[in-house]
């Protein structure tokens, strides 16, 4: 079926036929360390005390960052002689606003088009000669991208990224000590929320991407599938219409008896890896929120993104008024829906053209199911082995029709 996704969005809220239900997991609170003599109801008091506090300082911090977002908001609009923005209005850079980071806002007058930029953060380790930064930024030249911009987080970075064609900001971030144990490629991940605030800050949009995604078209224009009505707008990491835009997911408890089945919304991650984020108040609101908490806790960036952005307000969390948007999933694709689903759905369509028989005169290349019209953006997020399979969608996508066959479906 290739990028046609008719036949199954009709099943939009239908559970994936793979699905079986399970019990939801059940919500986890910081407990206090127990002493082994204590009794259960000490045990139970210290937690409560515990996930109140807890609940209380996230409450704080949440609320401080409201406060600082609506201050944004009120003095964007004095500085621009308007009138007051609400939380999903964006602003537009104004000098007013370059004083505070001039360097930056120096770099973007200078980079960006049409108040946009293409954003990637990245140090020196994938920026050798051929690396992953170098395949990431070419691609981009390609698209006719001109208002990229790499983030590059040391001098080998900044160079990579200039011989390459695009623009270089040149960063100094140490990575958090509460992101120690993540790993460098997560630690590195982590930073990129206050990078693009600052962005945000000065009035441009970010669209940010990691640098193990092939940019195949201009994702600024018109036809590529970016929508620019909501405050963020990411990637899915779900595989089908179900899991990327939302399905009803169902409980089943039979000792409930007549009420054993329970319906719930599931809805699969948003990939911190490619998102769109606008220069509203609500959009810088969220970047500030997750980087606090990617500085002060040992999270995975993408989880705290996901919580952020999607949980509502209860008595554990202060609202977070942020509209979202997923991106059209065969647009913006990640690597397990061209693995295990395009590329068979390709070889499929060119076994019964075959078997129809098509011949040397009737096959056109306009008519031709291989190659196919390839997505906006193609992030391989799915699989560890990164760079070869860039390097082998760019053959594939390039009408190599055997660029795929050495790699599995998964990682093995």
Same mark, same amino acid.
Not at 176 to 204: C, E
Not at 350 to 367: H, I, Q, W, Y
């Given at each position: =079926?290739g990028?046609?996704?008719?036949g199954?969005?009709?099943a939009?809220?239908a559970?994936p036929?793979?699905h079986?239900?399970?019990?939801?997991p059940?919500?986890?609170?910081d407990?206090a360390?127990t002493?082994?003599?204590?009794?259960?109801a000490?045990?139970? %008091?210290?937690?409560?005390e515990a996930?109140?506090?807890a609940?209380?300082a996230? @409450?704080?911090?949440r609320?401080a960052?409201?406060?600082?977002a609506d201050?944004?908001?009120?003095?964007?609009?004095?500085a621009?002689?308007?009138?007051?923005?609400?939380r999903?209005?964006?602003w537009e850079?104004l000098?007013e606003r370059d004083v505070g980071?001039?360097?930056l806002?120096?770099?973007?007058?200078?980079?960006?088009? *049409?108040?946009e #930029?293409?954003?990637?953060v990245? &140090?020196?380790r994938l920026?050798?000669?051929g690396?992953m930064?170098t395949?990431?930024?070419t691609t981009?030249v390609?698209?006719?991208?001109s208002n990229?911009?790499v983030?590059?987080?040391d001098d080998v970075a900044a160079?990579?990224?200039s011989a390459? +064609? #695009?623009?270089?900001w040149?960063?100094?971030?140490?990575?958090?000590?509460?992101?120690?144990?993540a790993?460098?490629?997560h630690a590195?991940?982590s930073l990129?929320?206050?990078?693009?605030?600052r962005?945000?800050?000065l009035?441009y949009?970010?669209?940010?991407?990691? #640098? !193990?995604?092939?940019?195949?078209?201009?994702p600024?224009d018109?036809?590529?599938? $970016?929508?620019?009505?909501?405050?963020v707008a990411a =990637?899915s990491d779900g595989f089908?219409?179900p899991?990327?835009y939302?399905?009803? &997911?169902?409980?089943?408890d039979?000792?409930?008896?007549w009420a054993?089945?329970?319906?719930?919304?599931r809805v699969?991650?948003?990939?911190?890896?490619?998102f769109?984020?606008?220069p509203t108040? @609500? *959009?810088? &609101?969220? =970047?500030?929120?997750?980087?606090h908490?990617?500085?002060?806790?040992? +999270?995975w960036d993408? %989880?705290l993104?996901n919580?952020?952005a999607?949980r509502p307000a209860?008595? $554990?969390r202060?609202?977070?008024?942020?509209?979202v948007r997923?991106?059209?999933?065969?647009?913006f =694709?990640n690597?397990?829906v061209l693995?295990?689903?395009?590329?068979?759905?390709?070889?499929s369509?060119v076994?019964?053209?075959?078997?129809a028989?098509a011949?040397?005169?009737?096959?056109?290349?306009s008519?031709?199911?291989?190659?196919?019209a390839p997505?906006?953006m193609?992030?391989v997020?799915?699989?560890? !082995?990164?760079?070869?399979?860039m390097?082998?969608?760019l053959?594939?996508?390039g009408?190599d @029709?055997?660029a795929?066959?050495a790699?599995? !479906?998964?990682?093995?």
């Amino acid at each position: =079926m290739g990028r046609g996704e008719a036949g199954v969005v009709g099943a939009l809220f239908a559970r994936p036929p793979h699905h079986h239900p399970t019990h939801p997991p059940q919500l986890q609170l910081d407990a206090a360390p127990t002493a082994p003599p204590a009794s259960d109801a000490a045990v139970a %008091a210290a937690r409560a005390e515990a996930a109140a506090a807890a609940a209380d300082a996230a @409450a704080a911090r949440r609320a401080a960052s409201l406060a600082a977002a609506d201050a944004e908001a009120a003095r964007i609009a004095a500085a621009g002689g308007g009138p007051p923005l609400d939380r999903h209005t964006p602003w537009e850079p104004l000098p007013e606003r370059d004083v505070g980071d001039p360097e930056l806002a120096a770099l973007l007058r200078r980079v960006a088009v *049409g108040g946009e #930029v293409l954003a990637a953060v990245s &140090d020196g380790r994938l920026a050798g000669p051929g690396g992953m930064l170098t395949t990431w930024a070419t691609t981009v030249v390609r698209a006719n991208v001109s208002n990229a911009l790499v983030i590059a987080l040391d001098d080998v970075a900044a160079a990579a990224a200039s011989a390459a +064609g #695009v623009a270089a900001w040149r960063v100094d971030a140490p990575l958090p000590a509460s992101q120690a144990a993540a790993g460098a490629n997560h630690a590195t991940s982590s930073l990129k929320f206050g990078l693009v605030a600052r962005i945000l800050s000065l009035g441009y949009a970010v669209l940010l991407s990691d #640098v !193990d995604i092939i940019t195949f078209s201009n994702p600024f224009d018109p036809s590529s599938g $970016l929508a620019r009505d909501a405050d963020v707008a990411a =990637m899915s990491d779900g595989f089908d219409p179900p899991t990327a835009y939302g399905y009803d &997911d169902v409980h089943d408890d039979a000792g409930m008896g007549w009420a054993r089945y329970a319906h719930s919304t599931r809805v699969f991650a948003l990939n911190s890896g490619l998102f769109y984020a606008r220069p509203t108040p @609500a *959009g810088l &609101d969220l =970047m500030q929120r997750v980087a606090h908490r990617c500085a002060t806790e040992a +999270g995975w960036d993408q %989880a705290l993104f996901n919580e952020e952005a999607l949980r509502p307000a209860s008595p $554990l969390r202060a609202p977070t008024p942020t509209s979202v948007r997923i991106l059209a999933l065969d647009r913006f =694709m990640n690597s397990k829906v061209l693995f295990t689903r395009v590329r068979h759905e390709v070889a499929s369509a060119v076994r019964d053209a075959a078997s129809a028989g098509a011949g040397a005169g009737d096959a056109t290349p306009s008519s031709s199911p291989f190659p196919p019209a390839p997505p906006t953006m193609l992030h391989v997020n799915y699989h560890p !082995d990164k760079h070869p399979r860039m390097l082998a969608a760019l053959a594939w996508y390039g009408g190599d @029709a055997g660029a795929l066959d050495a790699f599995p !479906d998964g990682s093995e």
